[in-house]
């Protein structure tokens, strides 16, 4: 689901892939194969000297009688031939089988239409599907209605230098009955700037050692990581990520300000930010959740507060400063 990412130094990506299949009937060894039956419909025995077959665009059908040539077949009986021969193609062709004699009993020839039946056996209706980076995904065989789709994801990153990089991965089957094998390939590519990108409040509460997410040890830079103290809160970062702001601007400013403050340690340009950032450090020494709950309107400093949230958060998202990376 992606083909073009950008990540900041050490961000992780997960990308989602499906791998769909199709069957597609492909015929193939043909082959031609029945029995040449010879009568003698005189009165006397024929003298057979041999049995041939030809098959038209072919040629000569391997012949196999119970005989030895020349033979003597009586009057009024049958001797019986089996002819096989291998096709290119399933093209229309006429088979014809020759008799040749020695005496009074002329030989003779004989033709039919060469005609193809059901197979008489299928290959390779069966794969196993696996993934280079991913490992196996499943079997899969032709009857099934419908066929299944393999999904599953993929980490992409971390990378730590700031460049352009290319993430393939390689979907790959492998046939039950000839070991035929097949493959289709994605790439991602990925660009890590070198005044690096910045991500949203939603990206670092989730990316923290609490999880859901890919751990982002950017975090492991603030003084106790994700449980850090935040100010006068009486909470720790990751507290205050996840608490809800119910229109206070305290939690605002908070949820920008964290998300700003962990988007400069990853190496995001910060000139766009900085002022505000540290307006709001300023303020946040010396104000408290309730204290900012309890202002009402536009009563100072509460706008003030929203107006560094806005800042910040035209930062983090990318409107102002280095640029939003992937989430």
Aim: one cysteine or more; proline letters at 6%.
């Amino acid at each position: 689901d992606q083909s073009q990412l950008t990540l900041s130094a050490g961000q992780q990506f997960l990308v989602n892939y499906d791998v769909t299949l199709n069957a597609t009937f492909v015929d193939s060894d043909w082959a031609v194969s029945g029995f040449i039956n010879v009568t003698n419909p005189n009165a006397v025995a024929a003298t057979i000297t041999g049995v041939s077959d030809e098959i038209s665009g072919v040629g000569p059908a391997a012949v196999t009688c119970p005989v030895t040539f020349p033979y003597q077949l009586a009057a009024g009986a049958t001797l019986e031939c089996e002819y096989s021969a291998s096709l290119p193609d399933g093209t229309e062709r006429v088979n014809t089988a020759t008799v040749t004699t020695s005496g009074d009993v002329p030989g003779g020839s004989g033709t039919e239409d060469v005609l193809f039946g059901t197979p008489t056996s299928k290959v390779d209706e069966c794969i196993v599907v696996s993934d280079d980076r991913y490992g196996p995904l499943g079997f899969a065989c032709e009857d099934q209605d419908p066929l299944p789709t393999f999904t599953y994801s993929l980490t992409v990153g971390p990378y730590t230098t700031c460049g352009d990089y290319t993430f393939t991965n390689v979907a790959s089957f492998v046939a039950f009955d000839s070991g035929a094998t097949g493959s289709d390939s994605w790439n991602v590519r990925v660009t890590v700037p070198c005044n690096g990108c910045t991500l949203t409040p939603g990206y670092w509460k989730t990316h923290s050692s609490y999880g859901p997410a890919p751990y982002d040890d950017t975090w492991a830079m603030l003084a106790n990581g994700a449980d850090t103290p935040f100010f006068l809160s009486g909470q720790s970062y990751y507290q205050v990520l996840w608490t809800a702001p119910g229109g206070n601007a305290y939690y605002i400013l908070a949820h920008a300000y964290i998300a700003a403050q962990l988007n400069q340690l990853t190496g995001a340009d910060f000139t766009a930010a900085q002022a505000a950032f540290d307006q709001a450090t300023a303020l946040f020494n010396r104000y408290t959740p309730a204290q900012i709950a309890a202002l009402k309107g536009n009563q100072p400093p509460k706008k003030q507060f929203t107006d560094l949230a806005y800042t910040l958060d035209q930062y983090n998202n990318g409107y102002i400063g280095p640029g939003h990376c992937s989430e």
